[in-house]
Structures are given as C-alpha cells and as structure tokens.
C-alpha cells in the first residue's frame, strides 16, 4: 500500500513538473513590480516577492545603507522532506559583488514536510539606494535559479 501511495505521488510529481510553464532563465514582466516569478527548484516552489526599501539609519543619524527585504514562501512539492533557509539566497550587486543575508536581521532555515510550505523574509545590507541586481537562489554555493531586480 505504501508502494502504490509513494508510486502515484511520484507520477503526480512528474505531471505537475513536466506541464509546468515555468521558464527557470526568465522574468515573467505581467506581475507587479513586487512580486517575482515563481520558480520550482528541486521540488519546492519558491514564490518571492520584493518588500518595499528601508533606509538603515547609523547612530551619527546618517543613512548608511538600504535594507532590502524578500518575502519568501517555499511550498514542498515532493512526498520527501526537504530544507530551505535564508542562507540558500544572495543578493549579487549590478558591479558583481556578492552579498551575503543581513547579520543583524532575522533569518529562518528550516525542514519543510510534504504538501506544506515555509513562509519568511530574507534581508541584505545594501550600498545606498543600489538596489538593482540579482536575488540569487544556491544549493552548495552553485546558482540554482536567479531573479533579476531593477534595470
């Protein structure tokens, strides 16, 4: 019975992955400007939706730099546990710097059951107002899928 359980979500899997229309290399423009194409990377559905800026204020009350903030949702669609967590991400500059997630802010990781989603925010620390680039999504330091931001 397991067998026969495991074999039908596996060939629901396949079905849902292969009539997907999802294009992993391109942008889909018909959203709003805040939210970003959804991408199926692995298995998990990940659906990012660009939060509005915030200046970060120093003490001398200057801004410093501008936080930017993903809104992240990742929906299991495998009968298999699988991880996701803000370390998965980072923010690639239009000049090439990469940018590792905000050390001062919140970040999330954790295990995401079959059928069941993880939604968080994922923060980077950006040079003032430079806020075009690439959100860029990696499993052991390789590009997996990447949303471009601006320009």
């Known amino acids: 019975m397991k067998k026969i359980v495991l074999v039908c979500g596996m060939a629901i899997l396949v079905l849902l992955t292969a009539c997907s229309n999802v ?3 391109e942008v889909n423009n018909s959203k709003s ?3 970003l194409e959804t991408r199926i990377v692995d298995g ?3 659906e990012v939706k660009q939060q509005p800026t915030r200046p970060i204020i120093e003490n001398n009350g200057k801004q410093s730099n501008t936080l930017l903030t993903f809104a992240v949702k990742g929906t299991n669609l ?3 546990p699988k991880g ?3 370390t998965d991400f980072t923010w690639k500059t239009e000049e090439g710097k990469e940018l590792l997630i905000a050390e001062n802010m919140t970040a ?3 295990e995401i059951l079959s059928g069941k989603s993880l939604s968080e925010d994922v923060y980077f620390k950006v040079p003032n107002n430079k806020i075009d680039g690439t959100l860029q999504y990696k499993v052991n330091n390789k590009v997996i899928s990447e949303w471009k931001i601006g320009k």
């Open 108 to 110: 999330f990781g954790d």
């Open 84 to 86: 996701l967590g803000a």
């Open 33 to 35: 400007s805040s939210q």
């Open 44 to 46: 998990v559905s990940l």
């Open 78 to 80: 495998t009968p298999f």
């Open 23 to 25: 294009n992993e290399g």
